[in-house]
């Protein structure tokens, strides 16, 4: 079955440190890759996506994820986190573009909570 | 440029009372999605609109759930008659049928609690 899996409920960092956010997924084929953000009250917001090509990809916000096919990981880092940057990340999956088409399977998500 | 909007924002109904939930997608985008996180659980694919038609309800949980996108624009999903386990938070998203656009866009969800 498709899935992916975030280990941590919650990632604690301290301001001005770099983060890194989990992220391992099981699919058959060749994966589109995302990574979206909601913070408090507000809907997801799309940070990166990992099509084809590079394996490092960059977004949003600062934010940078690495795919990894040996290991099947997409993790999300930043090299120096910001107060601003806790919030809820969810870690997606798709199953394929076809025809403008592209169903997500997430991860139950993980809190990122960055200390002053 | 509007984004995904979604009514209500939060909903609180007795188990066995009906709910419809609101989603208008961005103009032009042809592609509606409607995801589910329970409990704190991963986000779940409930189903997707091309326009007007179904193109996948695979993930509908049973048929107390109903979704409907008449005229290709708003889509309602409704809950008839609400359970307990249907607490949790309902997103929309939409996204152009446009090739290479890959990014699904949010709404901020409707919060529905059945009691």
């Known amino acids: 079955a498709q899935s992916v899996a975030q280990p941590e409920d919650q990632v604690n960092v301290a301001e001005g440190n770099p983060l890194t956010v989990k992220c391992t997924y099981s699919?058959?084929?060749?994966?589109?890759l995302f990574w979206y953000v909601q913070y408090p009250n507000r809907g997801l917001q799309f940070l990166l996506k990992y099509i084809t090509g590079d394996n490092l990809v960059k977004g949003s916000y600062g934010f940078e994820a690495e795919f990894n096919k040996s290991q099947t990981s997409f993790h999300l880092k930043k090299p120096s986190a910001l107060v601003s940057d806790s919030a809820l990340y969810f870690c997606a999956v798709s199953l394929g573009f076809s025809g403008g088409y592209n169903k997500l399977i997430f991860g139950a998500g993980t809190r990122l909570a960055v200390h002053p | 440029e509007a984004g995904v909007t979604q009514f209500p924002s939060h909903s609180v109904i007795e188990k066995g009372q009906t709910v419809t939930l609101r989603c208008d997608p961005i103009s032009g985008h042809d592609n509606l999605y409607w995801y589910r996180r329970v409990m704190g659980k991963e986000i779940k694919f409930l189903l997707h609109?091309?326009?007007?038609?179904?193109?996948?309800e695979s993930g509908m949980p049973n048929n107390r759930f109903l979704a409907e996108r008449t005229g290709g624009t708003y889509s309602t999903l409704k809950v008839q008659p609400a359970e307990l386990e249907d607490s949790g938070v309902y997103f929309c998203?939409?996204?152009?049928?446009?090739?290479?656009?890959?990014?699904?866009?949010f709404g901020p969800g409707t919060r529905l609690t059945v009691t």
């Open positions: 699919v058959s084929g060749n994966p589109y």
């Open positions: 998203a939409s996204s152009s049928l446009l090739a290479g656009n890959y990014e699904q866009y």
């Open positions: 609109f091309v326009k007007e038609s179904k193109q996948d």
